[in-house]
């Protein structure tokens, strides 16, 4: 392999040993830093330096009906408008579904008026192929494998035919093969995100594992955090970067809601930043918020 950059003769490794401590700075002299992958939003890209990390785990945590497949659905897309080859693994909502969602979200329309629209009526033929232009093209899979085996196999051919960005929503509907983690909830949730991140770091792709918090024992008044995954097995330990969401309020506007996103913990970065955005529920759609404070 021909150096990227000229190493000085001085600090050169005569070792084949490839642990050795030189050579690994050699690799390091020798290659560029890693292209960062878009999440489809500058707030959220910013606060994580610049995207997410290849090979990364990166788990957004929330209680239920906080907006965690909201932000899930709306990253793929905003990814994959971005030009990010994306794979969105939707457990809750069969893959159909979330594709109403994005068209609802693209046109701004309410998911129950899109639900219920006849797209085979001529009438609706110039809004179709509205929508089918700018949407077709998106380089995006939607899929609904839930066998946890059978999806690392699925994410590991996307990667090497060039997918960069996995997002797979959500956790606890992963479901491990027969006799492993049978037993308990926590030795499932271990093998699970361990199975996640063992995928992330040898495929290089950028893995965002959605988790859902259960807080039955947490107080009201304190807001969700590291503190809410202790149940969850090792997945605080796995991730690379764990993304909270932390706080969603209704705004003045029905319908409309502030979230706000902390990153808790973050190996490649700095951590405890905070990005802001406003969700429009109706409409299954998200957009950074950043001008106004809460
Ligand atoms: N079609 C819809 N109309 C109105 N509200 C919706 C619709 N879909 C989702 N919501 C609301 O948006 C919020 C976020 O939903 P969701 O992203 O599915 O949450 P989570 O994945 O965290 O459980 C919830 O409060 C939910 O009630
Ligand atoms: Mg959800």
Known sequence: MSALVEVPERIAVQSTEPGLFAARLQALFQSKPPALVTTGFRNLDDALG????????????????WGKSQVA????????????????????????????KIVAAFTEEPLSEV??????????????????EELHRLPLIIDD??????????????????????????????TLPHGRGQKDMFTAACLKSRRMKELARGTGLALVLVWQINRAGSKKDVKPGLHDLRDSGSVEQDADAVLIITERVPT?????????????KNRHFAR??????????AESRIEEYEEVPF
């Open 50 to 65: 610049g995207g997410l990390m290849p090979g990364g785990l990166y788990v957004l945590a929330a209680p239920t009906s």
């Open 73 to 100: 659905a709306s990253m793929a897309t905003r990814a994959a408008e971005a030009g990010t080859r994306t794979t969105l693994t939707t457990l809750e909502d069969n893959p159909q579904q979330v594709t109403r």
């Open 115 to 132: 639900s219920r629209t006849d797209y085979t009526d001529p009438a609706l033929s110039a809004k179709r192929q509205a929508i089918y």
């Open 145 to 174: 494998t839930h066998d946890v085996d059978r999806l690392c196999n699925l994410l590991a051919r996307h990667r090497r035919q060039g997918t960069e960005l996995a997002i797979v929503d959500q956790g606890s509907w992963l």
């Open 252 to 264: 003045t506007v029905e319908g409309e809601s502030l979230l706000r996103l902390e990153i808790a």
């Open 272 to 281: 405890n930043k905070e990005v802001r955005f406003k969700s429009y529920d």
